[in-house]
């Protein structure tokens, strides 16, 4: 059982999405499990044959506790299973009754708490969170609330995620207002049943300073002001693109190749549930699409600028996102903790451009410039791992796996979606998987998860123009290499002038882990790599 948060001792199976006897590949998602904060997917990875399920669907068990074993198909693992699942299974049920899961959810001695009352408070969705700010409510005031609905769409430092209830009952208050943040912990909402009288329940909570959110409104002002949004909830959601489902729906969505956009939600507010997807047929899309008026189809917005007479000023305030806080957070914390130096080399790219013509001429094909040096840098860091390294007060880690991280501008910032086993990807794989992460990133989809663990970075501006740049070091990585764009320029060779094309590359190095000698020796294979780029094939 994984801890997939700093604060949970156990968890709880939702849902498994294989069984024993599956093949199980390195990523596939394994299981769907219940946190104290959160419903997540846990992928595996490991690559075999699911070989034995120690917790069952709905059932809760302790961290660390044997979930799963995967290994060859027929392999023996009686020993393994021998003793562990009884006492983990045993331990669990005796003290099943007196752990009450309720994640984000807090109920001091020093607080009279009605009985039936939860008070939900802003969950830890990252380890690295320490506020949220709340983008979307899913529910109003008097709402009806059963476990596992979704309460609110938080955007933490990392991404916007779906935020869901451990808890059955009617929401009686709302305590952050959207648009709204709060640290970790402050007053999200109180559910309880109907009509319970909850008067200073929340202010008690906030005495001890916990929230910076604005006041919240009272709840006869929360009440009427969400019904009289109620009624567009929906189709902001529409006009946003954003699509409300069940992380199951999702993964079964994409296991058929279903564009969820096409699939109408029967949950709540137009969620999508498991049978939507199930059911769905791109007939009906095309009676939709048919039998919609024309009236109805969405007209594109014109963004109109304020007008600023001649000689007057004018300005406007943008509230940080937590995105943007973030990012000037890590950024300062690297550029004025690490030492940073650079290295600059330039590579002649007339093979590269030959040889991304012949891979992209077969079918289904389709490989960037951008994926070939994540490629060549994969390879590179494997002969030069001190690159792949990480900085500790008493240490230096070398990292022998290598996980590219693939700078990705979205709209409110930068995010790193992280490669994982970079260097054992094809290039075909690393398209695929750098398209995939860059649609997520762009569509606020991106999970934790999948922007932890990187040990070397790559940022490409090359596409905007840019011939050459360089770039802080995503900590705690050692490394991270800016790539410019390649220009068709005159170019010696042979001691003749010809045409020729080549791309600029800037090493960033950290002093404390990589040496000006070793940072040359990396740049010396990477042109290596991606002059010759049949050797990456090798």
């Known amino acids: 059982m994984p801890r997939l948060s700093d604060t949970m001792t156990e968890g709880t199976v939702a849902t498994w999405l294989k069984k024993v006897g599956d093949k199980v590949s390195e990523g596939d998602i394994l299981a769907e499990i219940e946190t104290d904060k959160a419903t997540m997917e846990f992928e595996s990875f490991n690559s075999g044959t699911l070989l034995y399920i120690g917790i069952n669907e709905g059932e809760t068990a302790a961290v660390d506790s044997l979930l799963a074993i995967i290994g060859k198909e027929g392999e023996d693992i009686s020993g393994l ?9 045993s331990e669990t049920v005796a003290t099943s009754s007196e752990v009450v899961s309720e994640p984000s959810t807090v109920t ?68 952050i207002n959207e648009g709204q943040s709060a640290p970790v912990d402050s007053v999200l909402a109180i559910i309880g049943p109907a009509g319970t009288d909850i008067t200073g329940v929340a202010e008690n909570f906030k005495k001890g ?60 507010n137009g969620r999508i549930t498991k049978s939507d997807v199930e059911n769905f047929t791109p007939q009906s899309v095309a009676q939709s699409q048919v039998a919609q008026p024309e009236t109805q189809k969405s007209q594109p917005e014109t963004v109109v600028k304020p007008f600023v007479p001649a000689g007057e000023t004018f300005s406007e305030e943008i509230k940080n996102s937590q995105m943007r806080k973030t990012i000037a957070k890590r ?40 994926d ?10 494997k002969k030069h791992p001190k690159v792949n390294s990480q900085w500790k007060e008493d240490a230096i880690t070398i990292n022998h796996h290598v996980n590219v991280g693939v700078a990705v501008a979205v709209e409110d910032g930068l995010v ?40 070397f970075t790559v940022s490409n501006l090359g596409m905007f123009g840019i ?42 190095c950290d002093h404390r882990t990589v040496d000006g000698a070793t940072g040359a020796q990396f740049l010396q294979t990477l042109r290596q790599y991606l002059e010759n780029p049949v050797t990456m094939l090798a």
């Open 81 to 89: 299973i021998s003793g562990t699942a009884t006492e983990t299974k």
């Open 416 to 455: 790193v979606p992280v490669l994982r086993f970079t260097d054992q990807m094809s290039l075909s794989q690393i398209g695929g998987n750098v398209k995939d992460l860059a649609g997520k990133a762009k569509n606020k989809k991106l999970q934790p998860a999948e922007m932890e663990g990187s040990t």
């Open 467 to 508: 011939q050459s740049f360089t770039s802080i070091i995503n900590q705690p990585n050692s490394a991270i290499l800016s790539v410019g764009a390649i220009e068709e320029k005159p170019v010696v060779k042979n001691g003749q002038i010809v045409v020729g094309n080549t791309m600029m590359l800037t090493l960033a």
């Open 108 to 175: 001091p001695s020093a607080v009279e708490v009605p009985k039936g009352v939860v008070v939900v408070t802003m969950p830890r969705l990252s380890d690295t969170m320490t506020e949220g700010t709340v983008a979307t409510w899913l529910k109003k005031v008097g709402d009806k609330v059963s476990e596992g609905d979704i309460l609110a769409e938080i955007e933490t430092d990392k991404a916007t995620m779906e935020f869901e209830s451990f808890n059955a009952g009617t929401l009686l208050y709302i305590g």
């Open 331 to 370: 950024l300062s914390e690297s550029i004025f903790t690490a030492p940073h130096f650079y290295l600059t080399i330039e590579v002649t790219m007339d093979e590269a451009m030959k040889s991304r013509a012949v891979i992209n001429s077969v079918p289904d094909t389709k490989v960037s410039f951008n």
């Open 209 to 268: 300073g916990t929230t910076t959110a604005a006041p919240a409104k009272s709840l006869e002002e929360t009440t009427t002001s969400n019904v009289a949004v109620a009624s567009t909830e929906v189709a902001e959601a529409v006009k946003s693109g954003r699509i409300f489902a069940s992380p199951l729906a999702k993964q079964i969505a994409k296991d058929k190749g279903i564009n969820l956009s096409q699939v109408k939600g029967s949950g709540e």
């Open 372 to 381: 070939m040096v994540i490629k060549a840098c994969a390879m590179a860091l």
